[in-house]
C-alpha cells in the first residue's frame, strides 16, 4: 500500500474542500476501496474520511423515500419502509456480500463499487481501467464472468453492483454536492458505457460527493423482485442478475422497468425489454419475447457465451414472481 494523508471530515463543506484536492478520494466503509489499495490498484494520496457526515437517515420524501449516502447497507435492506414500498430494494441489498460487509458498506460506497475483473485487480496485467492505453487481457483471456452487453474492444469489465441494478429498476435518483453547487443525476445516467475510456466509470466531477439517494413514488415499486444467479449460494458475485418492477391495471402490464446484472459493464436498464411488456397481459409467453429482447445485440467472447441464456431465463422467472405467473 502506498503511503497517503488521512483527513477526517466534520461536515459537508470540508468534505468538498478536501475531496476536491489533486490525488484526494472519499473514504466511507472502506469495504471496497481498502482492498483496492492493498493491491495498489488504486493509490489516493489524500484519504477523506465521511464516516462522522450526518447522511445515514432514511426518511421519507414527499410519497417517495430518501437514503443518505452514509447509511449502510443492512440498515436500508432491513429498514420497515423498503421492505414494504421497495421490495426489490431489500432483495437486492441481501443477495450481496456477507452480513460483515453490509452491516459496514454504504450505499454511496457501493455506487462507486469497483468491478471485480481479476485483470483490473492484477497489477500485472493489462487493463485500461486501471492503467488506459495498456490493453484489455480480458479480450482474449479467460473471460467467463465478463459483460456481454455495453462493451466496447477496450474494456468488457462487468458492473458488480447488486443495489445499483435495483435502484436502475426503481428510477432513483442520486443527489451530489460539490464546489460548485448540487446535482440530481437520475441512476440510469450515473454509470457510463467504457467506450474508449474505460477509467471513467460515472459521470462525477473529482471531488463531488455523494449526499442521498432519493427514490420516487411509482406504481410499480412495491409489485418488484430482485433475482441473482452466481455459482455460489451466498458471498458471490452475479453470473446474470435481473430487477423488475410491474404495475399491472384491468390485468395488463401498465408500466414497467427491467434492469440486469451481471451481464453488462454498467446496470443495464432494458427498455427494449420493456417495450415488449407494456400493454401485454402477463404471461410465460410475453417474458420471454421481453428477455429476448433485452439481450438482442449482446456481444459474447470465449468463455462468456452462456451468459445469454442465463440472463434470458433469470429475467423470465423474476417477471413471473413479480407478474405472479406460474
Known amino acids: 500500500m502506498q503511503p497517503f494523508t488521512y483527513v477526517r471530515a466534520a461536515d459537508e463543506n470540508g468534505a468538498i474542500s478536501s475531496g476536491a484536492a489533486a490525488g484526494a478520494g472519499y473514504v466511507a466503509g472502506g469495504t471496497t476501496l481498502v482492498d483496492l489499495m492493498k493491491l495498489e490498484v488504486m493509490k489516493p494520496s489524500t484519504l477523506v474520511d465521511i464516516a462522522a457526515l450526518p447522511l445515514a437517515r432514511i426518511e421519507p420524501l414527499g410519497d417517495g423515500l430518501r437514503i443518505g449516502a452514509m447509511a449502510r447497507n443492512s440498515d436500508v435492506a432491513y429498514h420497515p419502509l423498503i421492505a414494504e414500498r421497495y421490495p426489490v430494494l431489500a432483495q437486492a441489498l441481501l443477495s450481496g456480500a456477507s452480513p460483515q460487509l453490509r452491516n459496514m458498506a454504504t450505499v454511496g460506497g457501493n455506487l462507486l463499487q469497483r468491478t471485480r475483473c481479476p485483470y483490473f485487480r492484477d497489477g500485472a496485467a493489462a487493463c485500461n481501467k486501471r492503467n488506459p492505453g495498456s490493453g484489455c487481457a480480458a479480450w482474449e483471456g479467460y473471460n467467463r464472468g465478463h459483460a456481454v452487453l455495453g462493451g466496447s474492444e477496450h474494456c468488457i469489465a462487468t458492473h458488480p453492483s447488486d443495489m445499483c441494478v435495483a435502484l436502475v429498476a426503481l428510477d432513483a435518483v442520486v443527489r451530489t454536492r460539490s464546489r460548485t453547487g448540487e446535482r440530481a443525476i437520475p441512476i440510469k445516467d450515473f454509470h457510463l458505457v467504457p467506450k474508449d475510456h474505460p477509467e471513467i466509470e460515472t459521470v462525477l466531477e473529482h471531488g463531488e460527493l455523494i449526499t442521498?439517494?432519493?427514490?420516487?413514488?411509482?406504481?410499480?415499486?412495491?409489485?418488484?423482485?430482485?433475482?441473482?444467479?452466481?455459482?455460489?449460494?451466498?458471498?458471490?458475485?452475479?453470473?446474470?442478475?435481473?430487477?423488475?418492477?410491474?404495475?399491472?391495471?384491468?390485468?395488463?402490464?401498465?408500466?414497467?422497468?427491467?434492469?440486469?446484472?451481471?451481464?453488462?459493464?454498467?446496470?443495464?436498464?432494458?427498455?427494449?425489454?420493456?417495450?415488449a411488456l407494456v400493454g401485454q397481459t402477463p404471461s410465460r409467453a410475453v417474458f420471454q419475447a421481453a428477455a429476448e429482447a433485452a439481450v438482442r445485440g449482446a456481444i459474447p467472447r470465449k468463455h462468456n457465451e452462456f451468459k445469454i441464456e442465463l440472463a434470458k431465463r433469470t429475467l423470465v422467472r423474476a417477471l413471473s414472481t413479480a407478474g405472479e405467473v406460474a
Open 212 to 275: 442521498h439517494v432519493d427514490l420516487p413514488a411509482t406504481g410499480f415499486a412495491a409489485r418488484s423482485h430482485y433475482l441473482k444467479v452466481r455459482d455460489r449460494a451466498s458471498y458471490a458475485f452475479a453470473l446474470a442478475s435481473a430487477a423488475v418492477a410491474l404495475d399491472l391495471a384491468g390485468g395488463k402490464i401498465r408500466d414497467v422497468r427491467v434492469a440486469l446484472g451481471g451481464i453488462a459493464t454498467k446496470p443495464w436498464r432494458s427498455v427494449e425489454a420493456e417495450r
